[in-house]
């Protein structure tokens, strides 16, 4: 892998900063003090988690980590990202292969991943990739609608959404604790969650979500021909690609940071409030978790293996729950593209291979 010093510098950054202030402060001043819950939660807040929470939970994980790993395939197959549109070598900000200038095709230039991490994993396999993205991505965003509705319609929202901008302050001391090592003193989260705690559930909900979903559209080549303006929302098609990798990144911290807390701060009482919705230390709710994860692994088992050994079932399936959708949202309407003279790219990528015969190589070697 090879990132660009500046782009380096625009991600880590921030959070480098945030970490040395944290440290300043803690060797200057101290601790800062953490508020007393009832300082900056409303008094009516929901307690405990009911059913359905625990349900598009365990929904989401399924198909966010099917998601991950289906996407993680497709990147590979153009390993490069980049802030602009031409895609010439050398412009990219990031690049997962060691080719700084391909001179082949565009094949010549992919990566591929083991099976045990990318979805199907191995050679030649993004067509199936996409199959799996496609509807993974139909039942992500399908659950996260139930889950926003219920949200907002039985008032577990203020478990989530900040009602005042202590949270921010409030926030950043709980993370000076966290970062210098020194656990704060953990709300019952069966009631409420810590000032950090809500500030990240929130933005992964209402900022990381809806970014994934707008910006992944905006690499269709279907949808634009149809809706010109599409990618423009995020600058091109190549700056949609680039945010989509970069929410992706940060759906995996949060899941390792979210699962690391979880472990940390009373993992069996956590696990029931979750798994059971209920506020106590018995191990019934770590039992049901762990058959979960299972579940988990056999579901992705099964991608993988119906992936190489059905995958024209595979296929069928996807067009049987997605053409219906393309057909209603593009088939319909007529493409709009144009292009001009300024739209051409300064390199082509090459698709495919080029042929072998005696005839290809007399031609080329005349310079056709």
């Not at 988690?49 to 590979?76: A, D, E, K, M, V």
């Not at 199936?128 to 039942?139: D, G, Q, T």
């Not at 700056?239 to 990798?245: A, Q």
Request: one cysteine or more; proline letters at 7%.
């Amino acid at each position: 892998m090879r990132i660009r010093r500046a782009a380096l510098m625009v991600i880590v950054l921030p959070f480098m900063l945030a970490i040395v202030a944290a440290y300043i402060q803690w060797l200057t001043l101290g601790l800062p003090s953490i508020p007393e819950t009832s300082q900056f939660f409303s008094q009516e807040n929901p307690q405990g988690f009911p059913l359905w929470i625990g349900i598009t939970h365990y929904i989401n994980l399924i198909f966010i980590i099917l998601l991950i790993r289906s996407g993680l395939q497709i990147l590979l197959d153009h390993p490069r990202l980049y802030w602009n549109v031409d895609c010439t070598p050398g412009s990219e900000w990031i690049r997962f292969t060691p080719v700084a200038m391909p001179t082949g095709t565009a094949k010549e230039d992919a990566r591929y991943l083991s099976p045990l991490v990318g979805l199907p994993g191995g050679k030649h396999t993004l067509g199936m990739s996409r199959h799996w993205h496609f509807l993974s991505v139909l039942f992500w965003v399908g659950n996260g609608v139930v889950y926003v509705v219920l949200l907002f319609t039985t008032g577990q929202w203020r478990r989530l959404v900040p009602t005042s901008w202590h949270i921010v302050p409030n926030a950043w001391a709980v993370f000076v604790h966290y970062v210098t090592f020194h656990m704060p003193r953990e709300p019952n989260t069966f009631d409420h969650y810590n000032a950090l705690q809500q500030l990240s559930y929130f933005v992964v909900v209402f900022v990381l979500a809806p970014l994934s979903i707008l910006t992944g559209p905006s690499m269709s080549p279907a949808l634009v021909n149809r809706f010109t303006w599409y990618p423009k929302l995020p600058g091109n098609r190549q700056v949609g690609r680039s945010i989509h990798f970069l929410v992706m990144c940060a759906y995996v911290a949060f899941l390792i940071a979210h699962v690391s807390m979880v472990a940390i701060s009373g993992f069996v009482r956590n696990m029931n409030h979750i798994v059971m919705g209920r506020d106590d230390s018995g191990w019934m709710g770590v039992y049901l978790g762990v058959i979960g994860l299972i579940v988990l692994l056999a579901v992705n088992i099964f991608a993988n293996w119906a992936s190489w050994k059905r995958s024209r079932a595979v296929q069928h399936f996807s067009a049987a729950v997605l053409n219906p959708l393309f057909s209603l949202l593009l088939d319909r309407y007529a493409t709009r593209t144009e292009y001009t003279r300024a739209d051409i790219s300064p390199y082509f990528w090459l698709n495919g291979k080029p042929p072998v015969s005696s005839h290809w190589e007399m031609l080329k070697a005349d310079d056709f």
